[in-house]
């Protein structure tokens, strides 16, 4: 019976090959939309699961409470130290703190550099208790001692190859800052791409007293180390947050421990959470959008199935007349339906390996440090084959049961008659109900469309405040005295440099780390904080910032006296008006100055916050990045000899420079990624609705052959006929965008809610998206209606 279900199978998949390759194509283009999804989610899931002993190690972070609660990733220096060496239950302990804006390069032996590298994120200051507590792999070295000592440095095989070509790394030396030797002291294998912890060179912790002076490591108010905890076997992680909470009271004033609140979180967290590239909330999103495009390749499937279902109806009859049960026919049915999903399965399986370089480049553009190698091959892993396996079965369970149940139960008198029916309590019928639900999920996914695209373009609109066009970021060293000075007069005399102010921050930057202040007479801090910037007196000319009361700042202040403040500043003060303000003293930084000018705003972060309190000041020796404010019509020959002067000037340094309308677009990087995704996700669950659509009008045009016969012979016009099928799907449109329409409004309203400068979702959006979809319905479904329509009626009737 097996084979004879197999060669009928056979039969019917060949003789209607043309349907069957639509409905394997659109289950397939649904199955490659949940896999893309499903590897993406469980690539990020897999962040730090490998460590040894995770279920008892622990990441200790600080939140700081002030005007707001601001959340950190850090600890202070002394905190691994102490709980090491004072409390029991805890096995080990180690902090870490990742380089920025360092320069390591290979001495040559004679006083210069053979290779020199500017390095970042990559290269941390740690302890010998990283190696034991993350699992690392050694090539070669002691892992106990390689990092015990002063000026020694442990780097991956990589990173040896990186400074020392195919040359032994052992033993060698690397120059940090031009100021310290270190000694490479072990090799270890390099970091597997799904960690947060992806480090290359590690420097002893050791090295930071001689660096930073013997007092470096008994900070408790900086906050400048990660430190990880593991516990012994047993223990409580209460009792490691208990005596948090005992080490701050401990070790910090009353009035600095109300200020400060260790948290204990999970390794596992590590990135979910404060430092992580995928807060969970976007993860289960995206398994929610999974899920959906998955179902809407099923019910897409299983709308082509029922469609063709009519004509079967009177095999189905012969077949029961000449003694074949239900459960034989439910079997047949199934069997042909479980062929067609392990087809659909393997193009699904080859789309997504044909996709994934693709989903793998645009990971890595747009998520810093982010460097996934996703392929196929993830799928047969123990853990994702359970989950393939169970999809499979899933997918041929909800595909083929429901129209192999419709088929199996026709009365062999209807079918052989070609009678049947499939219509269900109330109004709809099932696949009318599928239909509907593949029209409420294309709604929300083209308003979805035009909401987050829309909010993009709106804010790519925004006024910031301040000119970025045309101007050129040079990133200083962090470490080392810069000859200031020299810079700007050499870069001055390049063609097409107009102006050159040197500063800590640009306008509008990533790091907006606020600072406690006090205003005039109080002593006590005010409610609020200002975010601050270290500026000098040509800073506003090249960003065309316009002050509306006092000066601005001289180039005889050399001790940073003279500041200015924004308008907000101000307001947030109660100041009547910002004249009021100027010469009034100001403490911010531990330093008592007076505001010189008041600054007219600016937008100081990215577009989900407000205009911020900002307080500039004049101060030279904290300055970190060059700022050159370069003539519309410049050349390329601009920047190079702009590196020409940096070359000559700073030859032990690494010149790094962009431009800053590329550092603007970081602010809207996440918004654009996520518009991509959503624009893709659309257009798969457009297709696989138009697909869904293309079978109801076939359904619709066999089951109302009868009537649009009987109508062509009464004089209808193919107008009138038309509508006859048109209206079904007009009936549909209508329900499903009563559903989405309220729903959709409703979440990306929420999600607009992050966001200063916002849109609103409006009537306009909402028409537009019952406009489009109405669009897309008509052309998916007027050729076949067309052609049914245009049918000679004496097709229809000459059965009767």
Known sequence: MLVH????????LWQNWHVNFISVLGLAVGLTSGLIIFLVVN??????????????????????????????DAAPRPLAEILRRDYAFVESAVRLETFFGRTLSVPNGKGGWVKKFAEARTVCFTEPHYFELFGVEWVSGNPKTALAAPNAIVLSKRYAQKYFDTEPAMGRTIRLDNRTDLTVTGIVNDPPANTQLRYDAFVSYATIPVLEGPTALADWQGLQAMCFVRLREGTDPDLLSQSLSTIRRTYLSAQEAKQFDYQVLPLAELNHQRSGTAPRPVLYALIGVGVLLVMAGCINFINLATARALKRAREVGVRKVMGSSRWQLIGQFMLETALLVILAMFVALMLTQLSLPLVNQTLAAHIEMLRPNLSIGDVIQHRAMGWFLGLAIGVIVLSGLYPALMLARFNPATALANQSSTRLAGSLTVRQGLIWSQFVLMHLFVLSVLVITTQLQHMQRAEWGFHYESTRVVFLP?????????????????????????????????????????YHTTTQPEPFETRVRAVDEHYLSVFDLSLVAGRNVRSTDTIGRDILVNETLVKQLGVSSPAAVVGKPMRVKDADRVIVGVVRDFRSGDLHQPILPITLIHDLPHSRVAMLRLNPTHSDQTHQAIQQVWDKLLPDQVYHAENLTNLMRSFTETERLLAGLVQAFALVAIGLSCLGLYGLVTF????????????????????????LLGREFGKLLGLGFLVAAPVGAWVLSDWLQQYTYRISVNGWLLAGTLILTGLITALTVFRQALKAARTNPIQYLKSE
């Open 5 to 12: 279900y197999l060669t009928v199978a056979r039969r019917h």
């Open 43 to 72: 690539y990020m899931f897999s962040f730090d699961r490998y460590h040894p002993h995770l279920d008892r190690t622990y990441w200790v972070v600080t939140d700081i409470r002030r005007e707001r609660i601001m959340a950190t």
């Open 478 to 518: 962090q470490q080392q005295s810069i000859p200031l000075t020299h810079l700007r007069e050499r870069w001055l005399q390049v063609p097409g440099v107009e102006q050159v102010t040197f500063g800590s921050d640009l306008p509008a930057s990533p790091y907006n780390h606020p600072s406690p202040f006090s």
């Open 700 to 723: 619709l045009s066999e089951a109302k052959a009868k009537e649009i016969g009987v109508r062509r012979v009464l004089g209808a016009r193919t107008g009138q006929l038309l509508w």
